[in-house]
């Protein structure tokens, strides 16, 4: 680390340090690269640290931002709605703007609710499974995250040594403090394997309210579902009468306008979205069939919050979605043609420079990392579940990362790429001639052994 380059961040960092705990408001920052970073402002694809450094970001808010920092046309609708008042308590016509809008562009959407953060949607989303059902346990799968609550926080990044059988994983939180018991109602199963799931339900069925799933294994190396595996999810959960939820969370308004699940054809029963859907505004969405929502609608299922669907962040989601959908949902193609363009370079100069590299996923969201050993990228999708994603070795990713960060290339740690409509040819350029660097001068020399990782 270049660390004169970084003077006023380190500065701010250790001010930051006596009042605020960690010096992050989000655990997840402390693990940033090459440290927490203090920035002043983004633009487009790109921002600026306090000490005038400038980065292309793919680290886009890990998420939201799909049209790239401060979109005109959303910011402009936020601002204008923030001169007519917060927040009122009460309903605004915006608010069923976006609840049809979402309701015409999502398949499996009926009726919404509004929040503000993916964590609680999921929440509610929880809760009206066991309504709906009368059952207790959720199936979760290992590697997937959906949010820090203490009823879902578990084996996101289990240690392989404590968490039992590949096909019965053990059920392991991710925090000190958390709710003791609600483990318990909470069955971690590995992901992309119809017939292990196939035979929980039949053997479990009448305990289990729902199943929860990425429909894209973000949150652990971006991994594609297998062909037919979530068709065959729906058809079982449908078979067992069990609640199919699709956090989109991430993938929502991404993968396509209509997320995954119309990226793929597969209708869930429950969707949670957050980030993409405002570009950076605070709201996330619970959408879902009228057979489920028609409980909150009867008021037989809570769900509440002092902030939800706040004018101004819903203005910045009707302004979202309208650019989203202009001219066809043109901007699709464009992020996809330009991901794709970087994550080919990234593969070209890997194999140029003799350096075994994953790249997987798609155009608008990708992983990049190291495999511990070459031959593991022989048969095909070299990391299909959380287990085969341990032969990526994260220690040396780390320093690729912390790498591109001094060459002006943003990056987050776990190896996602964000991808958005401002990013441009000129960008990935630049992002190849880093990559092209960093890979020649640090990571092969490692590989080499010249340095011990
Ligand atoms: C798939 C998924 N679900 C849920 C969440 C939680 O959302 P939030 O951070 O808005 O609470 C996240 C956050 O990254 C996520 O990636």
């Not at 199963?189 to 479990?204: C, F, G, K, M, Q």
């Not at 962040?313 to 464009?334: P, Q, S």
Request: proline fraction near 4%; hydrophobic fraction near 40%; charge should be negative.
């Amino acid at each position: 680390m270049k660390t004169e380059r970084y003077a006023r961040s380190i500065a701010d960092l250790e001010r930051a340090k006596k009042t605020l705990a960690g010096g992050v408001s989000s655990s997840v920052r402390g693990g940033d690269k090459p440290f927490p970073l203090y920035f002043d402002r983004g633009e487009g694809s790109h921002l600026w640290d306090v000490d005038g450094n400038e980065y292309i970001d793919y680290v886009l808010g890990r998420g939201p931002l799909l049209l790239g920092h401060s979109h005109a046309e959303v910011i402009d609708a936020t601002c204008a709605q923030l001169r007519r008042g917060q927040i009122y308590a009460a309903q605004h016509e915006l608010e069923f703007e976006l609840s049809e809008r979402v309701t015409r562009i999502v398949p499996g959407a009926d009726l919404v609710r509004f929040g503000i953060s993916g964590s609680e949607a999921v929440h509610a989303a929880l809760r009206l499974a066991r309504a709906a059902t009368g059952r207790q346990t959720v199936i979760k799968f290992e590697g997937q995250y959906h949010g820090w609550l203490d009823n879902i926080l578990y084996s996101l990044s289990p240690d392989p040594l404590k968490a039992g059988d590949e096909s019965e994983p053990a059920t392991l939180p991710e925090s000190a403090g958390q709710f003791s018991g609600a483990d318990s109602h909470v069955v971690v199963l590995p992901w992309n394997d119809a017939a292990v799931l196939e035979r929980y339900l039949s053997l479990h069925s009448g305990e289990i309210a729902a199943v929860i799933t990425e429909p894209v294994m973000c949150n652990t190396a971006v991994i594609p579902p297998r062909e037919g595996y979530l068709e065959a999810m729906r058809e079982l959960c449908t078979r067992h009468d069990v609640v199919l939820i699709f956090d989109e969370v991430i993938t929502g308004f991404r993968l396509s306008l209509a997320g995954a699940q119309g990226r793929f054809g597969v209708e869930p029963d429950l969707t949670i979205f957050g980030k993409a859907i405002a570009n950076g505004m605070p709201i996330s969405c619970l959408a879902g069939k009228e057979r489920y929502m028609g409980l909150i609608a009867a008021g037989k299922v809570g769900h509440g919050g002092t902030y939800n669907s706040i004018p101004p962040a819903v203005a910045g989601a009707v302004a979202t979605l309208d650019a989203l959908e202009r001219d066809g949902a043109a901007v699709y193609a464009r992020i996809e043609h330009i991901g794709t363009m970087l994550m080919d370079g990234i593969r070209r100069i890997a194999e140029r420079l003799s350096v075994p590299i994953v790249v997987q996923g798609y155009g608008s969201i990708f992983y990049v990392g190291f495999p511990y050993d070459a031959s593991a990228l022989a048969d095909g999708q070299a990391v299909y579940d959380y287990r085969s994603s341990l032969a990526m070795n994260q220690e040396l990713y780390t320093q690729f990362v912390s790498a591109m960060v001094d060459r002006g290339v943003r990056l987050i740690p776990r190896g996602n790429w964000f991808l958005s409509s401002a990013h441009s040819e000129a960008d990935v350029e630049a992002t190849l001639r880093a990559v092209e660097d960093v890979l020649g001068s640090v990571i092969a020399p490692l590989l080499k052994g010249a340095v011990t990782v």
